[in-house]
């Protein structure tokens, strides 16, 4: 048995799965692995090394891992570092410790952004095998028919393929909800285009099952641990339901 490293329970309990007692009869329920094994009461983990997850999630076990959630306004860039010296979104969170955004919004888009010095959490939520949702509102130039909605719906030709379904629903005429879990670049925008409906302002909403509507534009906090572990649930295939209460 590896000696060691830090007690696995003793992590978990840091993480905010409950009191060491409850992270033992996790740990006895064989509800966690480590490294794909499923651990046993009385290990230890390497947390710069080992990777953990319970019921099927990985969990950062990291100590010092961040995780912001910016509301992300025009004009700024999804970038670390833009060499044209335009604005850019780590410039508007803590600069220690440092951090880089989760996916990519464009300059002309708004919305929700997650970012973090996660590298497993991030890895799952911008892969498009663990088909984490990520929902928008944009407004269109004109009325999109009944047919360009259900061709969104099923799939539009772009250059780079045909997009996988998408959940779209028609909020009032030139305003469209539309729920992808795909990441290609300007992928609402293209979408739109196809059907012969340009965006004029597009607002990322939620990032599988987080939400914020009262974050301003340029705002940002920092999830809570019952968000993190919701984030993870969500790009393990678990289901993906509201965001969890927080104060507001």
Same mark, same amino acid.
């Given at each position: 048995?590896?000696?060691?490293?830090?007690?696995?329970?003793?992590?978990l309990a840091?993480?905010?799965?409950?009191?060491?007692?409850?992270?033992?009869?996790?740990?006895?329920?064989?509800?966690?692995?480590v490294n794909?094994?499923?651990?046993?009461?009385? *290990?230890?983990?390497?947390?710069?090394? /080992?990777?953990?997850?319970?019921?099927?999630? +990985?969990?950062? @076990?990291? &100590? !010092? %891992?961040?995780?912001?959630?910016?509301?992300?306004?025009?004009?700024?860039?999804?970038?670390?570092?833009?060499?044209?010296?335009?604005?850019?979104?780590?410039?508007?969170?803590?600069?220690?410790?440092?951090?880089?955004?989760?996916?990519?919004?464009?300059?002309?888009?708004?919305?929700?952004?997650?970012?973090?010095?996660?590298?497993?959490?991030?890895?799952?939520?911008?892969?498009?095998?663990?088909?984490?949702?990520?929902?928008?509102?944009?407004?269109?130039?004109?009325?999109?028919?009944?047919?360009?909605?259900?061709?969104? *719906?099923?799939?539009?030709?772009?250059? /780079?393929?045909?997009?996988?379904?998408?959940? +779209?629903?028609? @909020?009032? &005429? !030139? %305003?469209?909800?539309?729920?992808?879990?795909?990441?290609?670049?300007?992928?609402?925008?293209?979408?739109?285009?196809?059907?012969?409906?340009?965006?004029?302002?597009?607002?990322?909403?939620?990032?599988?099952?987080?939400?914020?509507?009262?974050?301003?534009?340029?705002?940002?906090?920092?999830?809570?641990?019952?968000?993190?572990?919701?984030?993870?649930?969500?790009?393990?295939?678990?289901?993906?339901?509201?965001?969890?209460?927080?104060?507001?």
């Amino acid at each position: 048995m590896n000696t060691e490293g830090e007690r696995l329970q003793k992590v978990l309990a840091r993480l905010g799965f409950g009191s060491r007692r409850v992270c033992e009869d996790l740990i006895a329920d064989e509800r966690v692995t480590v490294n794909g094994d499923i651990a046993a009461l009385g *290990r230890r983990v390497d947390v710069d090394q /080992d990777r953990v997850e319970v019921d099927g999630a +990985v969990v950062g @076990v990291r &100590p !010092g %891992l961040v995780h912001y959630l910016l509301n992300k306004p025009t004009g700024v860039i999804t970038t670390a570092d833009d060499p044209q010296g335009r604005p850019t979104v780590v410039e508007l969170v803590p600069d220690q410790p440092r951090i880089f955004p989760v996916g990519r919004l464009d300059g002309d888009t708004e919305g929700l952004l997650i970012l973090t010095n996660d590298g497993d959490l991030a890895h799952q939520l911008t892969h498009p095998s663990f088909g984490v949702e990520k929902e928008y509102l944009a407004h269109v130039d004109g009325v999109p028919s009944r047919a360009a909605l259900r061709n969104l *719906r099923e799939g539009v030709e772009l250059d /780079d393929g045909r997009t996988a379904p998408a959940r +779209v629903t028609a @909020v009032e &005429p !030139g %305003l469209l909800r539309i729920t992808i879990h795909e990441g290609r670049n300007r992928q609402v925008r293209r979408m739109c285009d196809a059907v012969g409906h340009p965006v004029r302002r597009l607002i990322r909403t939620r990032i599988g099952p987080i939400v914020d509507p009262r974050l301003p534009p340029g705002g940002w906090r920092e999830l809570s641990r019952d968000e993190v572990r919701s984030l993870e649930v969500a790009s393990s295939g678990g289901r993906e339901g509201e965001a969890p209460d927080r104060e507001r």
